[in-house]
């Protein structure tokens, strides 16, 4: 079994910056992929960014240029610095784990979610 536990959600103004952080733990694979997603209220859950293991990262459009994503596969904890906030980033935050085991077999995991809200 894996946990998640993300932290650094919060309130902030337009054009400021917050940092999230999720930390895994449990049976973690040295493959793994670790991601951040968001949904909005009223919308489909969407990539917000991804890292793999060996460090290979992916973006989603909308925040190409404000967000990186980094890892500590030491700590197996992620991090996803948001600069530049819009009032549109406004969402919950989830981290997701997706591990490839050698056995060929892949299992993801959720975290519970944390809340960014961006003021005008």
């Known amino acids: 079994q894996v946990q998640l536990v993300e932290s650094g959600g919060g309130l902030v103004s337009a054009g400021g910056s917050l940092r999230l952080s999720c930390a895994a733990s449990?049976?973690?694979?040295?493959?793994?992929?670790m991601g951040w997603y968001r949904q909005a209220p009223g919308k489909q859950r969407e990539l917000v960014a991804s890292?793999?293991?060996?460090?290979?990262?992916n973006y989603g459009d909308s925040v190409k240029g404000r967000f990186t994503i980094s890892r500590d596969n030491a700590k197996n904890t992620m991090y996803l610095q948001m600069n530049s906030l819009k009032p549109e980033d406004t969402a919950v935050y989830y981290c997701?784990?997706?591990?490839?085991?050698?056995?060929?077999?892949?299992?993801?995991?959720w975290g519970q979610g944390t809340q960014v809200t961006v003021s005008p």
């Open positions: 997701n784990i997706l591990l490839r085991w050698s056995t060929g077999r892949e299992y993801d995991y």
């Open positions: 449990g049976s973690i694979s040295s493959r793994n992929v």
């Open positions: 890292i793999t293991s060996g460090g290979s990262t």
